[in-house]
């Protein structure tokens, strides 16, 4: 994996979580309720956290390809199944699908991101 395609994809997740965090402060609290509001936003904080790092993952050498390739893989996945399918089931709401169902969705990701992390934990570990 190389540290332009993390450092690129890191980005694009900042525009959007940046993107997306504007829509819930400006557009979405006059659409749903107070507790959809917190739950989006809680998805777009832990889609800029991820993407910040993604940056510090594609631009660090103490890591080799092989390891951030496994690392990137993990949270790519982890934010599209945690973060997407809050930003999913919060827009339910104002589309009117029942989308409800797919609450499990939520915690699969979760443990996609904490697995990313401890990859990572590891492998800085085995530094010598």
């Keep these: 994996m190389k540290g332009k395609t993390i450092l690129i994809t890191g980005s694009v997740l900042g525009l959007i979580a940046v993107l997306l965090g504007a829509f819930g402060a400006h557009g979405l609290k006059n659409l749903v309720n107070i507790e959809s509001v917190n739950s989006f936003n809680t998805g777009v904080r832990y ?64 443990l996609f991101l904490i697995t990313g992390w401890l990859f990572t934990t590891y492998y800085i570990a085995k530094i010598k």
């Design 47 to 110: 889609q800029m956290y991820h993407a910040i790092f993604l940056l510090i993952l594609g631009g660090t050498s103490y890591l080799n390809n092989a390891q951030k390739k496994i690392i990137y893989r993990l949270i790519i996945i982890g934010v599209l199944l945690f973060s997407g399918s809050i930003y999913l089931l919060v827009c339910d709401d104002i589309v009117g699908l029942d989308l409800s169902s797919m609450g499990f969705i939520t915690p699969v990701g979760g």
